[in-house]
């Protein structure tokens, strides 16, 4: 498999042609799942992992780990959620051998381009962002993991549920309980309103889903 670069984005593929042609013995037929996937992997180690060469290094364990358990892939589900699934037990394992957290919010809010706008706009933008930021740092990790993978990477309910092995009216209670705890955090530091659902995607501008 060929160095990656990281961050990124790709294409656009058919995931389940693709691991067709893996598992036919087609190495080639898996770069471009990388490419579409590299962005999600990397930004989900670093989240957990808060160090951007750790959170390389990971990327690239992810995908030599997903190649070599490809036969295990179930088609039923997204690339996207087994990825993803991957890389998250994979981090968490390290941050155990490291006895560090396992998540660490402080990488989910990504930078937002600031508004191009009067500079009073632009302050109070930055200022809103950086309420939200200081919120979500007060999200229990059982709460943050779902807003990452719900508002950062846009993952279904379905494939969330895939991913943490959680039942759907426990993943849709956390993020319930999450959203409920980020508007009285913000209302008790000074923020005029409560963040609503597309508010909520601050985070998915610099990495988006790979």
């Given at each position: 498999m060929k160095q990656m670069d990281m961050p990124g984005g790709g294409i656009s593929v058919?995931?389940?042609?693709?691991?067709?042609?893996?598992?036919?013995?087609?190495?080639n037929a898996f770069e471009p799942l990388v490419r579409q996937y590299k962005g999600?992997?990397?930004?989900?180690s670093l989240n957990t992992l808060h160090n951007r060469d750790d959170a390389a290094d990971?990327?690239?364990?992810?995908?030599?780990?997903?190649?070599?358990?490809l036969r295990l892939f179930d088609a039923q589900f997204t690339f996207k959620a087994w990825i993803a699934r991957i890389a998250i037990?994979?981090?968490?394992?390290?941050?155990r051998k490291r006895k560090l957290p396992t998540v660490d919010a402080e990488g989910i809010i990504d930078e937002v381009p600031a508004t191009?706008?009067?500079?009073?706009?632009?302050?109070?933008?930055?200022?809103?962002?950086e309420s939200i930021r200081n919120a979500v740092l007060t999200l229990p990790e059982m709460?943050?993991?779902?807003?990452?993978?719900?508002?950062?990477?846009?993952?279904?309910?379905?494939e969330i549920c895939r991913i943490l092995n959680l039942p759907m009216t426990l993943v849709k209670n956390r993020l319930y309980r999450?959203?409920?705890?980020?508007?009285m955090v913000l209302a008790?530091?000074?923020?005029?309103?409560?963040?609503?659902?597309?508010?909520?995607?601050?985070?998915?501008?610099?990495?988006?889903?790979?």
């Open positions: 058919d995931d389940g042609e693709q691991v067709r042609r893996c598992l036919a013995g087609d190495r999600l992997v990397f930004t989900l990971a990327t690239q364990e992810v995908f030599l780990k997903a190649w070599a358990n037990n994979h981090c968490i394992n390290m941050n191009a706008g009067l500079p009073e706009q632009t302050a109070l933008d930055a200022e809103r962002r709460y943050r993991t779902p807003v990452l993978l719900y508002h950062q990477q846009n993952l279904t309910y379905d999450a959203r409920k705890m980020l508007a008790e530091h000074g923020a005029h309103q409560s963040p609503g659902l597309e508010e909520t995607k601050w985070i998915a501008q610099e990495h988006g889903n790979g």
